[in-house]
């Protein structure tokens, strides 16, 4: 089963990340996997990754990362800028490789083994063994030091032996699961070598986790460290040359991102922020489909960074997948189970000295929380190597439930959309990139804040009732307010009122953010004709306004309740109010009459350029008399409510008198 990646080139601008946002970076916001920009809109944005992106320096300013080596004045080798040091020497010969935490630090040295001296080809280092056919690779990551046992064909050794040694109060262990963990006095985790596993150099390699530590005192101090390849593997026929074996030494890192496999691989891990540089998504199909064989790939984001009370516009997912194979799109799924850097096909997480949690579903449990697909087709995105950015509102209320705590944040499990579709004997997949390269899965939030206090709406007043149109209107008692966005909640979170729907008062069409002139502290009125079907408002839902301007000026305003009642025409209906309006008549409004405000119970303005008929000059001198104070007499039969026929009063008992309101017309 393959989980890693082809050799096909890709193009520089393919290669490329994601554009950073056309925003100021607010440093003071950053943490060890995120970073946040103010947009010129005022909102925030924030960039999150599973393995660290910052660091924090001897000050305790969080600092930008540094992944790659440099050559040091005295010929040995350095990382970059991070929370710990990475030294490794001229010749393994001489020297350890070393791996520093403040005091803490562990090194290793093979044994028995003369190497040339180190060559940096880019970001990697290289140092040759060419008389026993081993070579070693390493290369700086976030978390830790990338390191690949090179073996160049069938005769360099299947095992080999190093020299562990650490500083005072640390002390490795070898778990159930094959790794080495170096623990401080207080158990702690400082730093660990996760489980080996080998690849041959076939286009689709091979991938075995049949490669083992063996961990035993050295006579002279320290640990001898054997890493033992199975034979019979590397003697397969089919084996292609050369196979790298990795022993990667990491930090521990916040969030996660791994790959699981079926069949062979079923209790194997694939993590990124162990060191493993692909993951994926895949279905090989054969000729009896109890042996397909399927890889799919689980993320998780810290989202910490994140307050609590940010209101998200927007969530985007971004993966780095090489060029798609027979596949019609990959589709993303809420993870139902908090999975640990030990997960697989069969378990989510380790506990106990090497006990397990098994998913309930082998391959994982998802998709309790996102019922409706979040997903990319190659259809319209194309199947060329690069970017694949997931977003939209099922994605974006589903991160927000994460935020406020409603849903778990269990992460994300990505599989093949067409994985179900069982076709012999082909093979669907997608390499995906993991958090070990520089092209890391990301996930960005765009959200807004509340706003400072004294920001509310004063129109539509709490609890108004409509049977149609909602006048909009705020207050804020701060300056630095450029213009307003009104905001309606549906069932996966707030949405804008759409702006064709929505009339200023010259009866003129709006755009968001609306312009507040400058130094006001109140938004002139808007009117939302809410009766639009296509408009999932709930019968009763919530309103809001969203302030944009300077720094510290914008944010939500708290939300009123509203209700869209269809049979409602009392004192609770929003309405259109301003002279020249009363002139021109709303769409949707009946061409001769427009309502007025609550205030005014039921009084309408007529709109002098109506056709006049009979009824209308019955129902204008009606409500002159009202404008006038006069109370008019109630007509003797019931008006006609919203175009429907009106049921005869009973005749049998005496109808009490009610003061007559006029009845708003059905559009």
């Given at each position: ?85 990475v030294r490794l020497p001229k010749s393994l010969d001489n020297g350890a490789v070393r ?569």
């Amino acid at each position: 089963m393959d989980i890693a990646h082809s050799e096909d080139p890709v193009s520089e601008s393919v290669l490329s990340k994601p554009a950073v946002p056309k925003g100021e970076e607010l440093s003071s916001r950053r943490t060890e996997t995120s970073t946040t920009y103010r947009l010129p809109d005022g909102r925030l944005q924030t960039y999150l990754f599973e393995a660290p992106v910052n660091y924090k320096d001897a000050e305790g300013n969080w600092m930008s990362i540094d992944e790659g080596l440099e050559e040091a004045p005295d010929g040995s080798l350095t990382n970059g800028d991070n929370s710990f040091d990475v030294r490794l020497p001229k010749s393994l010969d001489n020297g350890a490789v070393r791996l520093s935490i403040g005091d803490a630090w562990v090194s290793q040295k093979p044994l028995g083994m003369e190497t040339d001296a180190a060559e940096l080809e880019g970001e990697t280092a290289l140092y040759e063994s060419g008389a026993d056919g081993v070579s070693f690779e390493f290369s700086g990551l976030a978390n830790g030091l990338k390191e690949d046992i090179v073996l160049a064909d069938a005769s360099a050794p299947t095992t080999l032996q190093f020299l562990l040694e650490a500083s005072e109060g640390l002390t490795p262990e070898l778990t159930e699961e094959g790794a080495i963990e170096f623990r401080n006095a207080d158990g702690k985790i400082v730093t660990q070598l996760p489980a080996p596993v080998m690849s041959d150099s076939a286009k689709s390699p091979s991938v075995s986790s049949d490669v083992h530590y063996d961990l035993q005192p050295a006579p002279g101090g320290g640990w001898q460290l054997k890493v033992e390849a199975n034979p019979g593997w590397l003697a397969d026929p089919n084996r292609v040359w050369p196979v790298r074996i990795d022993p990667t030494v990491t930090v521990p890192a916040p969030a996660l991102d791994c790959a699981i496999a079926n069949g062979t691989y079923s209790e194997t891990s694939f993590c990124g922020t162990s060191g493993w540089p692909y993951l994926g998504v895949k279905a090989a199909y054969k000729s009896s489909p109890s042996a397909d064989e399927f890889v799919r790939t689980l993320l998780r984001f810290n989202l910490s960074s994140v307050p609590a009370n940010a209101s998200l516009s927007s969530a985007t997912l971004g993966i780095w997948g090489e060029e798609a194979h027979s596949t019609s799109g990959i589709r993303i799924f809420d993870a139902n189970q908090t999975f640990d850097g030990t997960v697989n096909w069969k378990n989510y997480d380790t506990y106990n000295s090497g006990k397990h949690h098994a998913w309930t579903s082998p391959g994982g449990d998802y998709g309790k929380y996102s019922p409706k697909e979040i997903a990319i087709n190659t259809s319209e995105r194309g199947n060329y190597a690069g970017w694949w950015e997931f977003n939209g509102p099922s994605l974006t209320w589903l991160v927000q439930r994460w935020l406020s705590g409603t849903v778990p944040n269990q992460g994300v499990l990505l599989k093949l959309k067409d994985e179900p579709q069982h076709e012999c004997c082909i093979s669907r997949e997608v390499a995906i990139r993991s958090s070990a390269t520089s092209n890391k899965p990301y996930l960005t939030v765009t959200y807004t804040q509340p706003a400072p206090a004294g920001s509310k709406v004063t129109s539509p007043s709490e609890g108004t009732v409509s049977a149609k149109r909602f006048k909009l209107a705020a207050a804020w008692n701060h300056s630095g307010v450029t213009g307003i966005t009104w905001q309606y909640r549906t069932t996966e979170g707030w949405a804008n009122v759409p702006e064709s729907k929505v009339l200023d008062k010259n009866g003129q069409s709006v755009k968001w953010p609306y312009a507040v002139e400058g130094g006001e502290q109140h938004s002139e009125p808007l009117y939302w004709d809410a009766s639009d079907p296509s408009i999932s408002i709930p019968v009763k839902g919530q309103v809001r306004a969203v302030l944009v301007g300077v720094t510290n000026a914008g944010g939500y305003t708290p939300p009123v309740e509203v209700q869209l009642d269809p049979d409602t025409g009392g004192p609770k209906t929003e309405s259109l109010q301003s002279a020249q309006a009363a002139s021109t008549c709303l769409p949707g409004t009946s061409p001769s009459r427009i309502p007025m405000s609550p205030s005014r119970d039921s009084i309408w303005v007529w709109n002098s350029a109506a056709p006049t008929t009979p009824a209308t000059r019955k129902l204008k001198k009606k409500a002159s008399s009202v404008r006038a104070g006069s109370r008019p007499r109630p007509s003797k039969k019931p008006a006609a409510r919203h175009g429907r026929t009106s049921a005869k009063l009973p005749t049998a008992k005496k109808v009490k008198k009610k003061k007559p309101t006029a009845t708003p017309m059905r559009s």
